[in-house]
Structure formats: structure tokens, C-alpha cells
């Protein structure tokens, strides 16, 4: 479901027949953008004509294409800036920004710098050039947005301008673009009318017939402050004696404002008075609502506001149709503090009451809970907050939900059951699962005090799923079973769609102890459950989680089948179903990378970036950059597949999908490729695990990388044999062929081939089947060395492997040369080698890699047969022209 967007903001300036035109400013602003200018920066207080200057530079312009957004104080949330940034651009560039729309649309929102890379790519691809203008910046107070907007700003491209209005300076690099020549800026001292431009507003554009000298007084006396300017004109109407009127018109902006208001009011009829300060509580104005605030007839509001703007009476249009106006700010701002001036406060409270039932019956509930609460009706808010919770719940708004909800007092959300579960859903969405729980107690005790409980009959399986919920994010197994139990206990059966969500995290707790069968089990009864209920797009998205456990099962076709079983429902099913499709030929492609099916795994690695564009579940960022991370370690770019999985981790987004394989382990694993044990050592220090850590799925891989560094230790091959074990167990066949592998790399460091061999054979039985090549051939030159050895045993027998050893050995990359032997050195004896060579002893050695003294010795006796070298200098020499030191 698509967030509404309010078009009114996107406009732009309607344009006037009555301005002053401002050729010196309108030539500084073009003068910026042609000379590659980043920024524009239009900076000063209320009523100096910054909206309208730049209305006056853009509205004729045909050397560019303008997106305007008028921003507000809603605007600070930073999905909702987005939201709208990207909709202003495409009123001017239609095909960019998808992708960020899509990705706003999640229950997480990835991170503001991943969105904008995206855009920026887009915008970066435009013909021409297009100008963006933020207005009323000021209006925002959000440290997330202007980080966000300074990221902007660091990488525009040419084809971007940006341009901001503000009263205050945005905090932004500005001294550091001042610097650097990217900036352009109109100030105070830019915008004030000169005495021409007075002359020509006060007497043409108002209708003045001043002289000079009355121009030049009042023109002083304002600083050239064009809504001071027009104050006092609209007060000046009628003046039998305008000369005496300006030499009395003195003081401050802020007293003048006072003076200026009075007289303005003070001119006009009673009833137009009335209608000024009372529909002064209104952000925007329409007729309906100007009539439901003051209780009038059909009809009056809209002539009023009519009779508003042929008076210019501050009256801002909105839209095209004169339908939606708003006051300008500062005359709105007086307004309002002379409203709160009058006698009676319950006047002004109902006149907020009557504008919150306004927009609740016209479906804005948020300016109805606005003015709810502004009538400091309590109650009503609240009961507009639990309103407003589905379907802000589904368009994934519960940030902006909490933002309303902590305006209340403590005492009224306490006495509201359902406004209690709600916030601690919201909270519980918020990745806030404690102070979650302390809401969900209050709901319980707030239902067990409601007198009307069959009404809240829904709320006991809600809570019980939010808890589990809160369990499963703090990785609480017991408690997830729990509160998913408990949940399916409550939820009546007929309630397929919410029992389906109790039983599905109850089932995903099999997932953590490495039950994968029972978990396939429940991913499969789900997808029945969304079939019967109708449901294309929840059966295709739950295709991809049964692949992944398919795959850990080591069943490698089964995950083939029902990716293309997804894809083929999700083309009958329309693009809903088909936009999450990025997963599936995301999978698809690294299933056939592991099968070396290169051609096929291109063509759905293609399909799957294109779709990712537009993808809206909130995980994609995540696996795509595992799944890059996967390619550049198998292609030997070892440090480009570490930047990968740093972005990886750094996108992660909390969900009920265990953690098999951590980030920081497969990086271990590629610090180990590389020879970088320190990293590695670190890691493992760092993790706090042993050789003689209980083994479990969710330790599996970790315990399989610490084995990889402690290849030659006692208690090697006791873990190793646990994790088989386990695994076995649990009929995880990818699972034990990476143990098997593991073993047999072990064995081979410790000289002990034959068992090294036996454990390679096994592997390559339950590998052959389903076509595995990667797992093999990613282990790198060892494991090619293991299978050439186990292939020359296999060519004395008649044996079916020996096809499938061919297939894996023509996949290895061979050495350059017979004599480049830096190819055949593991891992261990590079680090070791580079110990050599800063002068460390073996005994030294041993004690910096926790490896025995004899386990050292013979680490170098290998060297030095492989390197051709009688003892440790000419070993380290050799290593030297070799570039391996």
C-alpha cells in the first residue's frame, strides 16, 4: 500500500500579474547554476519575497526543468522527506526514484545514504539539467534529514541543482561549498527592495500615489522589508494624510507587526475580522472546513476566501483550482497570537474541536488528531490514534504513530487498552522490545479493568504475538515457542491469516536449533495457508525462505524448483507478486554459481538487479550485498568482497530469520585467504569460542571458520566430528559436505592423508547428486591438491566418481608455471613465513599461533620444499622475488 502524497506541496508558484520584477537577483541565480553552482541558498526572515523571487526565476525558464517542494514540520520525519523529495523530482524527471519509493514502502527503512546512491545513479542518467527547490527548510528540525541532505549535496551530480529557502541557515557544509565555489547565496541584505523597487510596489502593484520622499521614508523606516512594505500599504489605504501616517510608523519589525495588524484588522468588517482570527488555527484552508469551523451556510467559506485573496489579504493558493489556500506565515502566526488574547480559552478549544471532526469525517486523521489535541481533548486523540493505527501499520508509519502517541498523557493511554498494545506493537517495530513489553503489561492490565472485554476479544493473541515477537528479536527460543503457542491458543481458527503468523514464528524457532525439516514443513503449510486465502504475493515472497532451507538441506534441485514455481505464480499473478521476484533470481543465480553454470547464473543475476531496483522487501540490501560479497571471494578479489560484507552488515535488518553464517565470520574466512591470521586471530578472540564449544546450528559456521584456523590443533577433529554428527542428524546435507571438507583439510595439515582422503570421499558421494562445484573449488589450492590425489588413487579402480573429480579439477585455476610455487603454499605456511622473515624463533612462532613447537618445525620443513630453499634465508629471499613478502 503506497503512502498518499498531498499534491499541493509539489506545486509550483502559481504565477502573479502583480509583482516587482527582480532582474539583478533572477541574473545572480542564473549566474550560479551556469557556473556549476551545487547550492542555492536563499536565506532570511519571514517576508523579504523569497518564494516569490524564485517563482519569477523559474516559472519562464526553458533551460531547465524545476521540482518544487514546499516543505512543513511533518517533514522532519525522515521517510516522509524522502517520500516527498523523490515525488517533487518526478514532476520533473517521471522515471526516477522508484526504487526509493519502493524501499519507503517497508517496515524498516534501510538507510538514508543507501536510498540516495540509488537516486543520484538515476539522476546522473538525466538529459538536461533539473532544478530542485526545498521551501520553508526551516520548518524542519531533524539532524537525520540534514545528514541526509548533505550526503545529497556531497555527491550531486550536473544534472542537479539544488536550491533551498529558509529563515534561518540549514545545517549544512556551507562554509565548506563556500570554499570550494559550489554555493550561492542571497541574504537580507540581497532581498530588501531598493528604493526603486519600493516605489514600484508601493504605487503600482498596491496603488499608492506617494512621492518620493514618502517612498524613501517608509522605505527606510521597513529596511526594505517587502512585507512591512505591505502592511503598512494596506493601512495606508484610505489615509487622508499618508506623509503624516509614515513619519509615525517607526520600531522594531515586531512592533510594526503589532501596529501593522492592528490596523489591518482594525479596516476591516466585523464579520471578515471574525473570519480571519478564527480560521487562523487552520494550516490549510478550504471552504467546507472554513464553514465547519465557524458553523456558517454552504457556500460563504470559499466566497470568503475569494474575497481573502482579491484583497491580498495574505492568502497563499495551493493548488491550480483556488480551492486550498493556507495564510502567509507571519500574518497566520499574528493571527493566532491575537486569537489566544481573547477573553474566553474554550473558544478557541472548540474551534480546534470542531476543525478535528471536520478531518476525521473528511479521513485526514492526522489533522484531526493534530487539532484534538490542540482542543485538549484527550480522549478524542486517543481514540483518532487507534483509529489511525491499521493503516498507518500497514504503510509501515509507526515512527510517525509514536510521534502522536507520546503527545498524550501517561493517564489516558493507561486507561486504553488497545492504545497500549498498539504503542507496544510500535515500539515493538521500533526495535525496542523491552519498553515494548512494559506497554503490553499495561494493555493487559488495562482489559482486565474494561467493562466492555468481548470488545477487545482479538487483543490476548495480538499481545501474545507481539511478545513473541520481542522474543525471537532478543533471541529468546523458549520464549518465542511461548508466546507463538500461546498466541495460536488464542487466535480463533477461523482467523487463518493471524494463526498462520503465530504458527510461522513458532516454526521458526526449528530454524535456530537447525531443525530445517520441520521448518520447511511450516514454511510449506504457510504458503498453503496464503494460497487458500487468495494470497499470490505472501506465497511467492515465502518462496525464496523455503529455497534458502532447501539449499542448507543440500538439495539443491528441489531450491531450483521452487524458485521457478514462485516465478511462474507471480507472472500469472500480476506485478504485485512479480516486483519481489529480486529474491528469487538473486537465488537462483548463486545456486547456478555453485553449480558453474555461469551463462545462467548471469542471466538471473541481471534480472535480479533490475528488480532490486524496485523492490519493497526490506531485506534485498542485505542479501545483495552477501550475494556480491560470494561472487568477488569465488573471483579471487578478496578485498572487494570484504567492502561488500561491510556494507552487508551494515544494511541488516532485524528479522525472524536466524543467523546461520555472521558477517564477521565469512570475513574471517576471506582474512584467512588472504594470510592475514592476525585478523582472523582477532576475530576468533574477539567471538570468545573454542574447539571445545557445544556444537549447534547456529555455531556451525563459526566453529567451522575457527576450525580453518586451527587446522593442526588437538581438538580439531573431536568439534569437527561433533558438528558431523550433528548435522547428520538433522538431514543437513550442505551442512556435512563443508564439515567433510573441513575435515579432510585437516587431516592433510596434519600430514595424515589417507584419512584425509576418506573424508574427501564422502564429501564427493553426497556431493556428486546435486552437482556441487563452488563449495570445492572455493577451499582454493589445497583442496585441489586433495582431489588430484584422491583422482590418481580412483584412475588404479573403476569408480563413478572419477567423471565428477574431472568436472572439479577443470574448475580450479591452474598455476601459471611448474616453477611459481607460491602457488602450492597454504595459508598457515604464508603466515608463517612472514613470521620468518621479521626474525621470530620457532619457539616464538608457536607461541604467537598457539601451534606446538614440531607442528612449527614441520610447517617449515614444507617451505622450504616448496620453495627450493636450504634453510630460513633462503626461504625468505625466495619468498621476496616471488612477491609474497
Given at each position: ?68 517542494l ?33 524501499a ?74 563556500r570554499?570550494?565555489g ?12 531598493t ?29 526594505g ?23 509615525s ?11 501593522l ?78 486569537l ?58 509507526s ?28 515500539l515493538?517495530d ?11 503489561k ?42 507463538s ?27 535456530a ?6 521448518s ?34 543440500g538439495r ?19 506485478p ?18 555453485e ?177 556441487y ?44 608455471s ?68
Amino acid at each position: 500500500m503506497s503512502t498518499p502524497i498531498l499534491a499541493t506541496k509539489l506545486y509550483l508558484p502559481a504565477p502573479r500579474p502583480q509583482i516587482v520584477s527582480r532582474p539583478r537577483l533572477v541574473e545572480c541565480l542564473a549566474s550560479g547554476l551556469a557556473a556549476g553552482h551545487k547550492l542555492t541558498l536563499i536565506s532570511a526572515s519571514a517576508g523579504f519575497g523569497k518564494t516569490t523571487l524564485l517563482g519569477e526565476w523559474i516559472s519562464p525558464n526553458t533551460d531547465f526543468r524545476a521540482a518544487w517542494l514546499s516543505l512543513d514540520e511533518a517533514d522532519s520525519d525522515p521517510a516522509r522527506f524522502l517520500l516527498y523529495l523523490v515525488s517533487a523530482l518526478r514532476t520533473a524527471a517521471p522515471n526516477v526514484g522508484q526504487p526509493v519509493l519502493a524501499a519507503l514502502q517497508t517496515p524498516q527503512l534501510p538507510p538514508a545514504e543507501d536510498l540516495l546512491t540509488g537516486l543520484l545513479n538515476e539522476i546522473a542518467e538525466l538529459p538536461g539539467r533539473v532544478i530542485l527547490v526545498l521551501d520553508d527548510y526551516h520548518l524542519l528540525d531533524s539532524p537525520t534529514v540534514d545528514s541526509a541532505l548533505a550526503f545529497l549535496l556531497d555527491h550531486l551530480p550536473p544534472q542537479l541543482h539544488l536550491v533551498i529557502a529558509s529563515r534561518e541557515d540549514p545545517n549544512l557544509p556551507l562554509p565548506r561549498l563556500r570554499a570550494r565555489g559550489q554555493l550561492t547565496e542571497l541574504r537580507v541584505a540581497d532581498l530588501r527592495f531598493t528604493p526603486a523597487e519600493a516605489a514600484e510596489f508601493l504605487n503600482r502593484v498596491m496603488g499608492l500615489n506617494l512621492t518620493e520622499a514618502d517612498v524613501t521614508a517608509l522605505e527606510f523606516r521597513t529596511e526594505g522589508w517587502i512585507a512591512g512594505l505591505q502592511l503598512a500599504a494596506l493601512s495606508m489605504q484610505g489615509q487622508a494624510d499618508p506623509a503624516s501616517f509614515i513619519q509615525s510608523f517607526t520600531g522594531s519589525h515586531r512592533f510594526v507587526l503589532d501596529y501593522l495588524l492592528e490596523e489591518v484588522l482594525g479596516q476591516q468588517p466585523p464579520e471578515i475580522q471574525n473570519f480571519l482570527l478564527r480560521t487562523a488555527i487552520l494550516n490549510r484552508l478550504c471552504g467546507p472546513l472554513c464553514e465547519a469551523v465557524l458553523e456558517t451556510s454552504s457556500g460563504s467559506g470559499q466566497t470568503a476566501l475569494e474575497s481573502l485573496e482579491q484583497a491580498n489579504l495574505f492568502l497563499v493558493p495551493l493548488d491550480n483550482e483556488r480551492r486550498w489556500y493556507r495564510y502567509h506565515h507571519l500574518f497566520g502566526d499574528l493571527l493566532r497570537q491575537r486569537l489566544a488574547t481573547l477573553p474566553s480559552s474554550v473558544l478557541l478549544e472548540e474551534l480546534h474541536l470542531r476543525a478535528s471532526q471536520w478531518w476525521e469525517a473528511n479521513s485526514d486523521l492526522a489533522e484531526a488528531f493534530n487539532h484534538a489535541h490542540a482542543a485538549r481533548d484527550f480522549e478524542r486523540a486517543a481514540r483518532l490514534s487507534e483509529l489511525a493505527w491499521p493503516g498507518m501499520d500497514a504503510m509501515f508509519q509507526s515512527a510517525a504513530w509514536l510521534g502522536w502517541v507520546k503527545k498524550l498523557p501517561e493517564t489516558v493511554i493507561l486507561s486504553r487498552s488497545l492504545l497500549c498494545y498498539q504503542l507496544g506493537r510500535a515500539l515493538s517495530d521500533a526495535g525496542e522490545p523491552e519498553i515494548s513489553e512494559t506497554h503490553l503489561k499495561n494493555a493487559e492490565r488495562a482489559l482486565a479493568e474494561a467493562s466492555n472485554q468481548a470488545r477487545f476479544a482479538s487483543l490476548p493473541g495480538d499481545i501474545a504475538l507481539t511478545r513473541a515477537y520481542n522474543a525471537q528479536v532478543l533471541g529468546d527460543i523458549a520464549g518465542t515457542i511461548q508466546y507463538s503457542e500461546d498466541a495460536v491458543r488464542l487466535i480463533p481458527a477461523e482467523d487463518v491469516f493471524r494463526r498462520a503468523q503465530a504458527v510461522i514464528m513458532l516454526e521458526f524457532t526449528h530454524w535456530a536449533v537447525g531443525d530445517l525439516e520441520a521448518s520447511l514443513r511450516a514454511i510449506q503449510a504457510w504458503m498453503a495457508d496464503m494460497r487458500k486465502l487468495g494470497n499470490p504475493v505472501f506465497e511467492v515472497a515465502s518462496a525464496f525462505a523455503k529455497a534458502d532451507l532447501l539449499v542448507v538441506l543440500g538439495r539443491l534441485d528441489e531450491a531450483i524448483q521452487s524458485y521457478r514455481q514462485a516465478l511462474q505464480l507471480a507472472a500469472e499473478s500480476g506485478p504485485e507478486a512479480r516486483q519481489i521476484t529480486a529474491h528469487h533470481h538473486l537465488g537462483l543465480a548463486l545456486i547456478y554459481h555453485e553449480l558453474g553454470r555461469d551463462e545462467s547464473a548471469a542471466a538471473h543475476w541481471q534480472t535480479a538487479a533490475d528488480l532490486g531496483q524496485r523492490t519493497t522487501l526490506v531485506d534485498w540490501p542485505h542479501r545483495w550485498k552477501l550475494a556480491q560479497a560470494c561472487l568477488k571471494e569465488s573471483a579471487g578479489e578478496w578485498d572487494a568482497a570484504l567492502n561488500f560484507l561491510d556494507e552487508a552488515g551494515r544494511v541488516y535488518v532485524k528479522n525472524p530469520v536466524p543467523i546461520a553464517r555472521p558477517v564477521e565470520a565469512l570475513k574471517a574466512r576471506i582474512h584467512l585467504k588472504q594470510g592475514r591470521w592476525d585478523k582472523a586471530e582477532a576475530w576468533a578472540r574477539e567471538r570468545g569460542i573454542s574447539l571445545a564449544d557445544e556444537a549447534s546450528y547456529l555455531a556451525e559456521f563459526e566453529l567451522l571458520t575457527l576450525a580453518r584456523l586451527r587446522l593442526d590443533a588437538p581438538g580439531i577433529h573431536n568439534l569437527l566430528e561433533r558438528l558431523r554428527t550433528l548435522a547428520e542428524s538433522q538431514n543437513r546435507l550442505g551442512s556435512v559436505i563443508e564439515i567433510l571438507l573441513a575435515q579432510s583439510l585437516a587431516y592433510r595439515a596434519q600430514n595424515r592423508q589417507p584419512q584425509a582422503l576418506v573424508a574427501l570421499e564422502r564429501a564427493l558421494t553426497l556431493a556428486a547428486p546435486q552437482g556441487y562445484l563452488r563449495t570445492f573449488v572455493d577451499e582454493g589450492e589445497a583442496m585441489r591438491q586433495l582431489i588430484a590425489d584422491f583422482r590418481a588413487v580412483l584412475e588404479k579402480h573403476s569408480n563413478p566418481l572419477l567423471v565428477y573429480t574431472d568436472k572439479l579439477l577443470a574448475a580450479f585455476p591452474q598455476p601459471e608455471s611448474e616453477n611459481q610455487k607460491s602457488e602450492v603454499l597454504s595459508s598457515r605456511e604464508i603466515e608463517i613465513l612472514r613470521l620468518v622473515a621479521e626474525g621470530l624463533s620457532n619457539t616464538e612462532i608457536s607461541q604467537r599461533l598457539y601451534l606446538a613447537l614440531s607442528t612449527v618445525k614441520g610447517h617449515n620443513l614444507r617451505i622450504f620444499d616448496k620453495l627450493q630453499a636450504q634453510n630460513r634465508t633462503e626461504a625468505v629471499a625466495h619468498a621476496r622475488e616471488l612477491g609474497l613478502l
